[in-house]
């Protein structure tokens, strides 16, 4: 292993040593000395290639500021970790994009943040309730196979989690509203949803196979 190797390697340990992993906060101060953006520029490098520790240490050392970033926009703590995992999913693939001359990492990776909160928000819009069809119909642009498909999906929920699913994105409650309905806590609700998402997404895979 090269030096720079061990070096991106004993950093990474202790940053998550010192924060944790997995454990999001809005805000970590960087190390913005130029030691750190030569240890980041590094890390980029080997990343690349491949190099499982330096993804890591890109991770651990951006992973709060970016969930941070993604939450101010999509304004749901359980959906800006889902928003931040993918990016950090996708980083090897995102990186040959990358141009340490032009750009910052750190300023790149919170584009990409922006771009890919951007798109969660759009996608994630509530239908209105007018627009909500019965199984039975056919909506624009779909079809009953669709329809039938999201029924299927969403009878196979746990009842809770299937309630916060519609209430949330076919009838568009908040998430408050939809506690308030339901009578249980704003954060039973922001859980319900997650898991929900998660397990609805599997089971319109599994019936898309």
């Not at 651990?60 to 995992?85: F, H």
């Amino acid at each position: 292993m090269s030096g720079a190797a061990q070096v991106i390697r004993l950093e990474a340990d202790q940053i998550e040593a010192r924060h944790g992993r997995g454990q999001f906060r809005r805000r970590r101060k960087l190390d913005n000395s130029p030691r750190g953006e030569q240890l980041v520029i590094a890390a980029v490098a080997r990343a690349k290639e491949g190099d499982a520790d330096a993804l890591r240490y890109l991770y651990l050392r951006y992973a709060d500021n970016v969930y941070g970033y993604v939450c101010s926009i999509v304004r749901d703590e359980w959906e800006a970790e889902d928003v931040t995992q993918h990016i950090f999913a996708k980083l090897l693939t995102q990186l040959a994009r990358y141009e340490p001359r032009v750009v910052p990492f750190s300023a790149w990776i919170l584009r990409v943040a922006h771009n890919a909160a951007v798109d969660h928000v759009r996608a994630r819009r509530p239908v209105p309730i007018e627009h909500v069809h019965s199984p039975d119909e056919v909506a624009p642009g779909g079809g009953r196979e669709a329809l039938a498909d999201l029924r299927l999906a969403l009878d196979a929920l746990p009842a809770e989690q299937r309630d916060v699913i519609v209430l949330r994105f076919l009838v568009g409650l908040t998430p408050s509203e939809v506690a308030e309905r339901m009578g249980r806590s704003e954060d039973a609700v922001h859980g319900l949803q997650h898991r929900g998402r998660r397990r609805l997404r599997s089971e319109m895979r599994a019936l898309a196979a």
